[in-house]
């Protein structure tokens, strides 16, 4: 029986743990700077944050200079980081993945679903960056997009239905491969590159 208690208490805190971290979240003190064209809108407010792990895909496809490594679609799952007396918890937030966007006739888009309520955004780049000031070497851009369509969860959560541009900022990797596909024998090759990146949301104030 205590052992049950003990289980009970530590997810009692675990809990708050989380709801603290997401809370934090809401101040938007953790956005980092960022280049001009990368700001998101005055109007805008950032209320959900993640850290991101994951891969950047691609296929060797013909280009017009012979053969080249073309982005098909991110997949990932973002977590965000609580401490608890010391501990490190993550907890997953958010799958991103590439989806048909039901708001633009299932134009295939970026998608972020949460992972507490089912809830998605689809995102277009607006802009990006590769400014050596923010971006490390061998890292993909950063990028500011903007939601392009949104869905409630199944039970009406809208965790991520009311994001209006999401940012993805201090990227480590993801680049695609120097090597690999050079020549039309590799046409149709594959490779799975594996990245890290922060993503912020943003929601219209009120």
């Known amino acids: 029986m205590i052992d049950i208690y003990k289980r009970l208490a530590a997810a009692g805190m675990i809990a708050a743990a989380l709801a603290a971290a997401a ?3 809401t101040t938007g003190d953790s956005v980092p700077r960022v280049p001009a064209n990368l700001e998101v809108p ?3 407010t950032v209320f959900l ?9 691609y296929v060797c496809l013909p280009a017009p200079s012979g053969v080249a490594w073309t982005f098909f679609n991110p997949q990932a799952t973002v977590f965000f980081d609580a ?3 010391g501990i490190a918890i993550d907890h997953q937030i958010i799958t991103h993945f590439l989806s048909p966007n039901p708001a633009e006739k299932d134009t295939a888009r970026v998608t972020w679903q949460s992972s507490e309520d089912s809830s998605a955004v689809w995102g277009k780049a607006a802009q990006s960056s590769t400014d050596p000031g923010y971006v490390a070497a061998r890292a993909i851009p ?3 997009l903007q939601a392009v369509g949104t869905k409630a969860g199944p ?10 541009y999401v940012q993805r900022l201090n990227t480590a990797g993801g680049v695609a491969p120097q090597t690999g596909c050079a020549d039309a024998t590799n ?8 990245y890290t ?6 929601k219209a104030a009120k």
């Open 187 to 194: 046409i149709g090759a594959t490779a799975l590159v594996p």
């Open 142 to 144: 950063w990028v500011l």
């Open 155 to 164: 039970t009406g959560g809208d965790t991520l239905a009311q994001t209006t």
């Open 197 to 202: 990146a922060d993503y912020f949301f943003y």
């Open 23 to 25: 809370s934090a979240q």
């Open 42 to 44: 005055s109007g805008n």
């Open 49 to 57: 944050a993640g850290r991101a792990i994951g891969t950047q895909n």
């Open 83 to 85: 401490k608890l007396f």
